[in-house]
């Protein structure tokens, strides 16, 4: 019993380092949507823009 304690707090480890891991993961890609949604809009905005901009012309 005194060997699988050690193995037992190993694994317990791993896995508590395996989901604080993927935790990361899912903030780090909702954190590039937000900046793709961001990027997208400001594109949009810039193309409206330069087309009110031409039409005045």
């Known amino acids: 019993m005194l060997k699988e304690y050690p193995e ?27 900046t793709i949604l961001h990027f997208s809009t400001n594109i949009i905005c810039f193309v409206i823009l330069i087309r009110e901009y031409l039409t005045l012309w």
Request: proline share 0%.
């Open 8 to 34: 037992t707090r190993l694994q317990n480890l791993r896995t508590a380092i395996y989901k604080e891991t993927i935790q990361l993961i899912k903030t780090h890609n909702e954190d590039r949507i937000h």
